[in-house]
């Protein structure tokens, strides 16, 4: 997530968000071996269709020694090589293959407390429409086994909940703290 200040988060980690507004995973691919090699990493939101709102920062980084990986929305919601797995694969191959260790997160439900109407795929698709594509996901990601993998469960960090998204999806400061719960203590 772009828009997710790790320091605040993880204050004194150091940890550096490779985030990208509205990217697939296929873009997210392409981008990663850049930033396995520490020669550029990119973080936040280019302003494409508006840019007034440009936050992108890019630059050199040390290659990362964890890469943590949740990703798929974006595939869903611009209809886009809907299937993520084979991608996901690839990423997690790209970054042991660096010498990284690799936290893979489960992608989490869907926020139907405040959700945009861009965001809504077939018009006012009830909630379960999106765990039609999610659950599977989610089956393949907790499926991936190695020595340097782990695997985060977000798909009920926000059970039984509403509110914790600005928009169906990306996180708001309830939403960034429960995920920050479930990841800390594979990160330390």
């Given amino acids: 997530f772009g828009k997710w200040d790790l320091d605040t988060y993880f204050p004194g980690k150091g940890y550096i968000n490779g985030g990208y507004f509205g990217q697939r995973t296929d873009q997210l691919l392409a981008r990663l071996p850049d930033a396995l090699s520490g020669k550029n990493v990119c973080s936040g939101f280019d302003g494409a269709g508006d840019p007034t709102q440009s936050t992108l920062t890019c630059g050199p980084i ?18 886009y090589q809907v299937d993520a797995r084979p991608d996901i694969e690839k990423m997690v191959a790209l970054s042991l293959r660096a010498g990284a260790r690799v936290v893979l997160c489960t992608v989490y439900r869907f926020d139907p407390a405040h959700p945009a109407s861009w965001m809504v795929p077939t018009g006012n698709a009830p909630v379960n429409f999106y765990d039609m594509w999610r659950d599977p996901l989610n089956d393949f990601i907790g499926s991936i086994r190695g020595q340097e993998i782990s695997i985060v469960d977000l798909s009920n960090v926000f059970s039984q909940e509403s509110d914790y998204t600005v928009d169906g999806v990306h996180p708001n400061a309830l939403g960034f703290t429960q995920m920050h719960d479930a990841i800390a203590p594979v990160l330390n």
């Fill in 62 to 79: 040390p290659p990362p020694a964890t890469v943590v990986i949740l990703a798929g929305w974006n595939n869903m919601f611009q209809g």
